[in-house]
């Protein structure tokens, strides 16, 4: 089936309903949104914790400040001006989240309320600052909702339950889709002038993550495929406070509100690593801190977890500002917050690379800057870069606010100019083969075993941790897994609601980003933010102070550079 539209986002999370509402406010301008889940599903209904803004409600703040912040905390590979931009937009993005009907958490005056968060500080690194604004603990749930009914009542079209297979280019310019519809397993060609990815993360790359099962980066491996280069893959951010062996998130809203991390002693910890911030250090230090401590034989009983303390909190506090937290761990774990400690490990939580793009969200095709005409992306399949080596914590709520409302600012005055591109004349021959391919297959590898495989490897070898050794070991186990892939069968022959198809499919997604990892991790010889190597553990400004490209070659992969972009803070050590 054919079908048209001027503007087409891919992807129902924060980031697709935000440029979706600003295509919808321009008149004339005929706006799909496709998504392979039911809107209100998507993983930014899962943010807890909240959307950093300097709003000053409760404390003095100001945009500078959480600029500063942002790439402090993202070890200096932030791209500044990009920053500034998030900052200083964020605070009327909020406003107009509010205006939209967006239930915030009030201040007894009726202001925002607002709390700290890991790595939010006032005057420049001097003292936490509450920055964080927040709806309880169902900060997303609340994002999504509003967006969604906004969306309903400017009329965008929704595609539900349609499943993104391919990405069209022709003669240099993106122009359309090809879609399978889950329900009856029927190919859908989509033709627009602009097109957006807003398809979210891939946590699902490795065994313990906080992210739904829905998070295997579709888009992202889809544009690499089609030419793509991917920017900064190697660093990927650990939460430190997932439920053991569960991943689970427990919102750092919980050590917001003075939550504790300790060890088996009942030790502190924080207070050896970073005295000032303590608890609410950043994700990427306080992971190496949980890490440290379980290597050095402090982990509870011995092992690889430690202890989220509440109790000191008292129930009023967990009950009305962590309810989801509290239920959370009652029900997972039969802990109860208020008398009992949490048990908790690092959990593989957010991408800070991806998608390359420009402020306005249009992709990049290289590391000079030069724009696909028509391609768009968004949110945390895209690479601004805001976040660099490290995100902090209520930062990609705001950068899904804010550039998806830039994304789809832009694409609505591009599509008032811009023509039709003519598509190929069979534009879904590649989709349908492939989709052919796995459903006549007779025999042949499981795909859940391979992704298990995958899986427990990341978790091993790329994540909290890693080094040339454990690096090349997990990329000899990726390539075999690859080739294995290549001969998967899978049992299902139906067309509808062929969830065994849809999940092989996201497999070979998981291992081509998995592979554009381990190469970028391979080629940052140092240790920054997120990505920490034991053989080069300091930070190394003279070679890497540099974005990664990575290039899907039909040789291979190849590593490209990008300047950061320096124009406000110059780097310095990281102390908190
Ligand atoms: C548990 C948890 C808690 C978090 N808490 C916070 C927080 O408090 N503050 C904060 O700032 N950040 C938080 N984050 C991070 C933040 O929520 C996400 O980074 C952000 O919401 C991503 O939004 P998005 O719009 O980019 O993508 P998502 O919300 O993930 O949406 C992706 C969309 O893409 C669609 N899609 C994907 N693949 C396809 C395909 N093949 N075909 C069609 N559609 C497709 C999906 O259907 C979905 O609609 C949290 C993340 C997690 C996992």
Redesign the pocket.
Known sequence: MYHRFDAIV?????????AAMQLARTPGIRTAV??????T????????????AALGNLEEDYPEWHTFDTVKGGDYLVDQDAADIMCHEAVESVYELEHYGLPFSRTPEGKIDQRRFGGHTRNFGEAPVRR?C?AA?R??HM??QTLYQQCIKREVEFYSE????DLIISEGVCCGLV?LNIKDGEIHIFHAKAILF????F?RAWKI????L??????VA?AFRRGIPLEDMELYQF?PTGVYKLG??L???ARGEGGILRNNDGERFTERYAPTLLDLAPRDMVSRFIYQEVKEGRGINGSDFVHLDLTHLGADVVENKLPDLADFVRVYLGVDPVRELIPIQPTA???MGGIPTDVDGRVLMDESNTVLPGFYA?????CVSVHGAN?L????????VVF?RRAGKHMAAYVQEAPFTELPRTPDDEARQQVSALLSRERGESAPEIRETLQEEMMDKVSVVRSEQTLQSARKTVHELQARFAQVAIQDRQTWYNSEL?ET??VG?LLDLSESIIAGALARQESRGGHYREDYPERDDTNFLRHSFVYNTPDGLRIAHKPVNISKFEPKERKY
């Open positions: 891919v992807g129902a999370g924060g980031a697709g309903l935000m496709i998504s392979k889940l039911y809107p599903r998507s993983h930014t209904g899962a943010a807890q914790g909240g959307i950093g964080s927040f603990d900060t997303g994002i999504l349609f499943q993104l297979l879609v807003a398809t979210g993360g946590g993550t906080s992210n739904a829905s998070n295997t980066g579709d888009g889809i939460h689970i998130l919102t750092e809203g939580h957010y991408a968004a949110g945390e399949c895209a995100r914590g209520t930062n990609s709520l705001v950068d899904i998806g849809l499919l996201e997604y």
